[in-house]
C-alpha cells in the first residue's frame, strides 16, 4: 500500500471552519445552485472527478480526507493535488459533517457543475439517448445515468421537470458514470423529444402499456437507427401528451409473473436492446447513415 506524506494530526479539527461550511452547505440545491459546485463522495466518485475536465479546466477544485483515507488512496490525493485541487486532512466528525451518507469512506470532493448545454448534444449527432422525464427520485436518476453510460448512449437528458442532477444520491447512484459522458439539465420534455427529432432520433417512450414489444421490435429490425429512450416518473410513468410525442411507445415484455420492472431496470434492458441492435451488422453508426 503506498503511503501519503500526510501529517500526524488532521489539518482540520473544526467543523465551524469556513471551508468545511461552504462544502456543507452543498447538500442543499439552492446553494449547489449559487455556487454551481457539488458535492462528490467517496473514492471511485472522487478518482473520477480528478480525471475530468471540461474545456481544459479542472472538475475536481477541493478535497477533505481522513488522514486514513490520504494513505489509502494516496494516488487519488495525488491525482487531485496534481490537478490544482486544494487538498485538506480533517478528522473524521469533519468529514461525517460534510458528508451525506451514513458511513462516509473519507473522501469528499467539490466539484464545479459539468453538465453539457442540449445544443452541444445535439451537435454531436448522438446514436443513443437516455431522456429522463419528470424522474424524481434521486437514486432513480443515477442509476439510469450509469446504465446509460454501461450501454454506450452518447447523452442523457434530464428534463426540467426532474430531479436535480447534482443531488448527492444522484451523484452515488451513479457510481462515477456522471464524469463519463454529457448530461443535459432543464430542458422542457416537449423540446427535448421535438428537436431530437429533429436531428433525425427516433423517439421510444418506455411504458408498461405500450402498444409495441420490445422483444417483437428487436425482430422486425427496426432498433438499428439512432434512438433516444423517454423514462418516466417512478409512480405513474409518462404523461399521455408525451407518449403521444413519440414514434412509438414500448414495453418491456414479462415473460415471468412480476408485475412489472421498476425504472432503472426496466432502463437498462431497453438501452442495452438498442445498443445491440446498433452494433449489429446492419446497425447505424450514426445519424448520417440512417
Known sequence: MKKSMVPVSPELISSRSARVAAARRLA??????KDRLFLAEG????????????????TLVELFATVEA???????VGEAR????????????????????????????????????FEDVLAARPRLVAVLAHVRDPGNAGTVLRCADAAGAEAVVLTDASVDLYNPKAVRASVGSLFHLPVAVGVPVEEAIERLKGAGVRILAADGAGDHDLDEELDKGTMGGPTAWVFGNEAWGLPEETRELADAVVRVPIHGKAESLNLATAAAVCLYASA???????????????
Open 82 to 117: 496534481a490537478v490544482g485541487a486544494r487538498v485538506h486532512l480533517a478528522a473524521e466528525d469533519v468529514i461525517a459533517d460534510i458528508s451525506t451518507t451514513v458511513t462516509p469512506q473519507g473522501l469528499v470532493g467539490v466539484c464545479r457543475f459539468l453538465d453539457t448545454p
Open 70 to 76: 490520504a494513505e489509502r488512496y494516496a494516488d487519488i
Open 43 to 58: 473514492p471511485q466518485a472522487v478518482r473520477e472527478a480528478a480525471a475530468h475536465r471540461d474545456g481544459g479546466q479542472a
Open 28 to 33: 442543499k440545491r439552492n446553494f449547489r445552485g
Open 276 to 290: 445491440r441492435a446498433q452494433r449489429a451488422r446492419g446497425g447505424c453508426r450514426s445519424v448520417t447513415q440512417s
